[in-house]
Nanobody
């Protein structure tokens, strides 16, 4: 099992980024997938979730209305479109299965700063 996250970077408040997570080693299309994020010194937290069985999605209250999760099952890739970014969105972002049952990837750093 392997996750390769990419797309992070430095952006000003109000800006946008699109994260990608390329997954391999398991049946991605049949697996509910989530994005998580972690700030140094704090626990990793849930950001967004994408169901495997339908188009349903869930979001943490802190990102609802600003972030959009999507997936391309043919390419085993999970996406996170992040708009209206805030300073408090600064973190390392990771993808994993729902409930984080698989090994973590290296994550991608998102920094929001003036």
């Amino acid at each position: 099992v392997r996750f390769v996250e990419s797309g992070g970077g430095l952006v000003q408040p109000g800006g946008s980024l699109r994260l990608s997570c390329r997954a391999s080693g398991f049946q991605f299309r049949y697996t509910a997938m989530s994005w998580y994020r972690q700030v140094p010194g704090k626990e990793r937290e849930f950001v967004a979730d994408s169901s495997s069985s339908d188009d349903s999605t869930k979001y943490a209250d802190s990102v609802k209305g600003r972030f959009t999760i999507s997936r391309d099952n043919d390419k085993s890739t999970l996406f996170l479109q992040m708009d209206s970014l805030k300073v408090e969105d600064t973190a390392v972002y990771y993808c994993n299965s729902r409930g984080a049952t698989l090994p973590w990837g290296q994550g991608t750093q998102v920094s929001v700063s003036v």
